[in-house]
């Protein structure tokens, strides 16, 4: 996951950039923060979440042992959007929940940062030729056999989340390119992981 990342696209599609939005929740209390960089979400949740240690937001103490904590990455949201309590729902539609990868990274250091590098340039390697997302936990798992099949999962789902933003990939189905509006969809779908979606995707280099 990057820090704060601008698309600019040469053929006419939207500029957006990439921030990080969190909600924090022990009932009957619920907090969010939005439009956060990779380098603020770690420092004020991920990294001390990771550690078991309590996080101070919103006039609150929030334990990890108590509360839940949920990350998404998406586009920037403009201040019209987080009017009348809308920004989460926003979020929901428009972004990709990484809590688990997050934490992971934020657990491991800088490593994990250089090992989800190192997986998107396996991928985009793989996928000169066409690949299933099947295919592509199936590379993570060879090689990184040790790690719990979550794990695999998360890492996969994040490497190619990026490599769709960063345009190094498209992911294409039957009738053609899967537009970016259907991407957390479809990376949020168990069946497209397993290769029982009836869409039969595929990735390819961009």
């Given at each position: 996951m990057?820090?704060?990342?601008t698309r600019?696209d040469?053929?006419?599609?939207?500029v957006?950039?990439?921030?990080f939005?969190?909600?924090l929740r022990?009932?009957p209390?619920?907090?969010r923060?939005?439009?956060l960089?990779?380098?603020?979400?770690?420092r004020r949740?991920?990294?001390?979440?990771?550690?078991?240690?309590?996080v101070e937001h919103d006039?609150?103490?929030?334990?990890?042992?108590?509360?839940?904590?949920v990350?998404?990455e998406?586009?920037e949201l403009?201040l019209?959007e987080l009017g009348?309590?809308?920004?989460?729902?926003?979020v929901?539609?428009?972004?990709h929940?990484?809590?688990e990868?997050?934490?992971?990274?934020a657990?491991?250091g800088?490593?994990?940062?250089a090992?989800l590098?190192v997986?998107?340039?396996?991928?985009r390697?793989?996928?000169r030729?066409p690949?299933?997302?099947?295919?592509?936990?199936?590379l993570v798992a060879?090689?990184?056999?040790?790690?719990r099949?979550s794990?695999?999962?998360s890492?996969?789902?994040?490497?190619?989340w990026?490599l769709l933003h960063?345009?190094?990939l498209?992911?294409?189905g039957?009738?053609g390119p899967?537009?970016?509006?259907r991407?957390p969809?479809?990376?949020?779908?168990w069946?497209?992981w397993?290769?029982d979606s009836?869409?039969r995707l595929v990735l390819?280099?961009g």
């Amino acid at each position: 996951m990057r820090a704060v990342v601008t698309r600019a696209d040469p053929i006419g599609l939207p500029v957006f950039t990439l921030m990080f939005h969190v909600e924090l929740r022990q009932f009957p209390n619920v907090a969010r923060a939005f439009n956060l960089s990779r380098e603020e979400l770690d420092r004020r949740f991920a990294r001390p979440w990771a550690t078991g240690i309590e996080v101070e937001h919103d006039e609150r103490r929030w334990s990890p042992a108590k509360a839940r904590l949920v990350i998404y990455e998406g586009p920037e949201l403009a201040l019209e959007e987080l009017g009348l309590g809308r920004g989460w729902a926003t979020v929901g539609k428009t972004g990709h929940e990484v809590t688990e990868t997050v934490l992971a990274e934020a657990g491991r250091g800088a490593e994990g940062r250089a090992t989800l590098e190192v997986v998107k340039a396996a991928v985009r390697g793989a996928a000169r030729h066409p690949i299933t997302l099947p295919e592509v936990i199936a590379l993570v798992a060879a090689d990184y056999p040790g790690w719990r099949p979550s794990e695999q999962l998360s890492m996969a789902e994040q490497a190619v989340w990026e490599l769709l933003h960063q345009k190094h990939l498209r992911l294409r189905g039957p009738d053609g390119p899967v537009g970016s509006e259907r991407w957390p969809e479809v990376l949020l779908s168990w069946g497209s992981w397993t290769g029982d979606s009836e869409d039969r995707l595929v990735l390819e280099t961009g």
